[in-house]
Antibody
């Protein structure tokens, strides 16, 4: 079964760092793009960025460039999303999703989501 | 403000047919396939329609998609209570060089 399993919910304070993960299984992890999508409470879906685990080619949405870092460790089929200094406005559900092979899109398989709460 | 425009809400009674619209521009819907996602309460989005009008395996044929120019629509026939969810259209945007989503439509089954 093709699946993406994300790390658990996090509660952090403003200014703290955080790295959440997304582990792929059931398919060739290095052959498909992996994207990250933010969903703020009660709001819609926003594309953050995307990575090709095969060579770590990474692209960011202009809205998130410089705000987060996307990486991947192909040896353990895991993609990451990290922040160096969290803000309260980073409170949201974050989803990873599998993209295409030659194309980065569409996202066909989604992780279960990781809820990040940033509060003092 | 989402790049793709959807009505915030839609509703229907069991058995009815409802449609949800999605409006974009020449740099997104006008030049790319449209996809639809269903997000049931408290769950991750699920791919419902791909390449404008194709259904993944396991998706009921009550769901159908269409596209014309810079707009697209999702139709749900024979509405059921379990269809109550948020629905998002999405496509690739050439200007952004990335995917864009509609703001979502909350479907209520009365």
């Amino acid at each position: 079964e093709v699946q993406l399993v994300q790390s658990g919910a996090e509660v952090k304070k403003p200014g703290e760092s955080l790295k959440i993960s997304c582990k792929g299984s059931g398919y060739s992890f290095t052959s498909y793009w992996i994207g990250w999508v933010r969903q703020m409470p009660g709001k819609g879906l926003e594309w953050m960025g995307i990575i090709y685990p095969g060579d770590s080619d990474t692209r960011y949405s202009p809205s998130f460039q410089g705000q987060v870092t996307i990486s991947a460790d192909k040896s353990i089929s895991t993609a990451y999303l990290q922040w160096s200094s969290l803000k309260a406005s980073d409170t949201a559900m974050y989803y990873c999703a599998r993209g295409g092979i030659t194309l980065k899109w569409p996202f066909d398989i989604w992780g279960q989501g990781t809820m990040v709460t940033v509060s003092s | 403000q989402s790049v793709l425009t959807q009505p915030p809400s839609a509703s229907g009674t069991p058995g009815q047919r409802v449609t949800i619209s999605c409006s974009g521009s020449s740099s997104n819907i006008g030049s790319s396939y449209v996809y639809w996602y269903q997000q049931l309460p408290g769950t991750a989005p699920k791919l419902l329609i791909y390449r404008n009008n194709q259904r993944p395996s396991g998706v009921a044929d009550r769901f159908s998609g269409s596209k014309s120019g810079t707009s697209a629509s999702l139709a749900i026939s024979g509405l059921r209570s379990e269809d109550e969810a948020d629905y998002y259209c999405a496509t690739w945007d050439d200007s952004l060089s990335g995917p864009v989503f509609g703001g979502g439509t909350k479907l209520t089954v009365l």
